[in-house]
């Protein structure tokens, strides 16, 4: 098994950043992929940052605003969010996959008032 546990959310005002964190416990050893998914207001969730094998891919939206990245020694995952924009307003959610098996974390609230 895998915890996942999101943090850093809030409000923040247009052009303004965020530093998420994700902190994982348990059964770490083994996990391929990590990746930061969002899930805005009556929509879908969605992707928008993945990390694997020491590769990085970005939603369109998100491309050179978004950064995500990963400290092993302290099994984190961070996304830095930059020039916020009011439709990234969305409950941000952390996870992870080894092997067959997946995780995520309970979200973290981001809220971008215009």
């Known amino acids: 098994q895998v915890q996942l546990v999101e943090s850093g959310g809030g409000l923040v005002q247009a052009g303004g950043s965020l530093r998420l964190s994700c902190a994982a416990s348990?059964?770490?050893?083994?996990?391929?992929?990590i990746g930061w998914y969002r899930q805005p207001p009556g929509k879908q969730r969605e992707l928008v940052a993945v990390?694997?094998?020491?590769?990085?891919n970005y939603a369109e939206s998100v491309q050179g605003r978004f950064t995500i990245s990963r400290d092993n020694a302290k099994n984190a995952v961070y996304l830095q969010i930059n020039s916020l924009k009011p439709e990234d307003t969305a409950v941000y959610y952390c996870?992870?996959?080894?092997?067959?098996?997946?995780?995520w974390g309970q979200g973290t609230q981001v809220t971008v008032s215009s």
């Open positions: 990390l694997t094998s020491g590769t990085t």
């Open positions: 348990g059964s770490t050893a083994g996990i391929n992929f």
């Open positions: 996870y992870a996959r080894r092997g067959t098996y997946s995780y």
